[in-house]
């Protein structure tokens, strides 16, 4: 059986995630942000900030993109939804200061700040957008 929702009731879904613990990646075929909840890709956005954040790369799935010079979903922003502007975002904020964060699956084994290409896996808060640089940490 297959449901169909309205656009009302898309966003209601995800105005009702606000507060609630995301898994956040980005999508290549989409070129924005895919969220998940309990594994199931609830919407897409071009702008999101995150709390109590943690940095997740699958190692299997790392594995497998080094393997088949392929990549797949296998790394993830997690955190408590703060505020988000869904795909495809009509106003657009400019990108914040902060420390840039970077994954490349050829490059490191985890995220990495840009700068310093030093690990990260938690932070405080971090803001999402689509843009040149995607992952900022906010202090």
């Known amino acids: 059986m297959i449901i169909l929702i309205t656009e009302a ?9 606000i507060g609630e613990k995301v898994m956040v990646y980005y999508n290549l075929h989409k070129h924005t942000f895919s969220v998940q909840k309990n594994g199931i890709v609830v919407f ?4 999101l ?4 954040v943690e940095f ?3 190692v299997g799935g790392k594995e497998k993109v080094r393997k088949e ?11 408590m939804l703060e505020d988000f502007c869904e795909h495809p975002c009509e106003e657009m904020p400019e990108e ?3 420390e840039i964060v970077t994954y490349n ?13 030093e690990p990260v896996y938690n ?3 971090v803001v999402m957008i689509n843009s040149k640089n995607k992952i900022f940490v906010i202090e």
């Open 105 to 117: 699956p050829y490059l490191y084994d985890s995220f990495v700040y840009k700068k310093t290409k």
């Open 96 to 98: 914040p200061v902060g």
């Open 123 to 125: 932070a405080n808060e």
């Open 44 to 47: 897409h956005a071009d702008y």
């Open 69 to 79: 010079k392929s990549k797949n979903v296998h790394a993830f922003v997690i955190g």
């Open 9 to 17: 009731q898309k966003k209601s879904l995800s105005n009702s995630l």
């Open 49 to 52: 900030e995150l709390k109590d």
């Open 56 to 58: 997740r790369v699958r």
